[in-house]
């Protein structure tokens, strides 16, 4: 079974520009999450979608944070305008079951290491 | 949403048991007890879960106690690949599947 599809693996950009990064999630699994991980620290969810619907976006940062998943398959988060601290690693995962259910487990893809300068 | 609390890092040797304890004063009735390993460089896995007494796969032990305000990982016979940072969670179905990660335990494992 395939995992969890990141890209790009890496992106350098200077601030104010604006970047976009992708996932795939594995086949089947309906609640898709991003998450931020900055160096040193856990991940932090910014947005949890089931299906193409938002469950919980209540830490992204909607000023400059976007993210979509239409057809309820691939994702996208963008960034517009990026700023210095949104230098961190940005992790999709997936998960089969719906969210609340016992055994939730969650299948992390290798993620995007952002830098912005 | 309980907070936990577990060591900012730990170091063993291989071949050695390591036991990660976690600290969840505030567990709610309906929390499971939920661990991750992650490498560098890599997103989090899923090592086990429980809700209380004993859980047993084929990585790693999970022992819950009767009051349920911790909960002890344990690695049988770690070796350098073991080493990563190991995160505790808790939450349950009022979490509607949030994951909230504190900062884990490093765990360095040494020849």
């Known amino acids: 079974e395939a995992g969890v599809a990141q890209s790009p693996r890496y992106k350098i950009i200077e601030k104010r520009q604006s970047v976009a990064f992708w996932c795939n999630p594995i086949s089947g699994h309906a609640t898709l999450y991003w998450y931020q991980q900055i160096l040193g620290q856990g991940p932090k969810l910014l947005i949890q979608?089931?299906?193409?619907?938002?469950?919980?976006d209540s830490q992204l940062p909607k000023d400059r944070f976007s993210a979509e998943r239409l057809k309820g398959v691939d994702s996208t988060l963008k960034i517009q305008p990026a700023k210095l601290e949104d230098s961190a690693v940005y992790l999709c995962?997936?998960?089969?079951?719906?969210?609340?259910?016992?055994?939730?487990?969650?299948?992390f893809g290798p993620g995007t290491r952002l830098t912005v300068l | 949403l309980a907070k936990t609390t577990q060591p900012i890092s730990m170091d063993s040797y291989e071949g050695q048991e390591v036991n990660i304890t976690c600290s969840h004063n505030n567990i709610a009735t309906n929390d499971y007890i939920t661990w991750y390993q992650q490498f560098p460089s890599q997103g989090p896995r899923f090592i086990i879960q429980g809700y209380k007494t004993k859980v047993t796969n084929e990585v790693a032990s999970l022992f819950i106690p009767a009051d349920r305000k911790s909960s002890t990982l344990s690695l049988p016979r770690v070796s350098l690949s073991d080493t990563a940072v190991y995160y505790c969670l808790v939450g349950g179905l009022l979490m509607a599947g949030k994951l909230i990660f504190g900062q884990g335990t490093e765990l360095s494992v040494k020849p």
């Open positions: 979608f089931q299906n193409n619907g938002v469950v919980d």
């Open positions: 995962a997936s998960s089969s079951r719906r969210p609340g259910a016992v055994g939730n487990e969650q299948f």
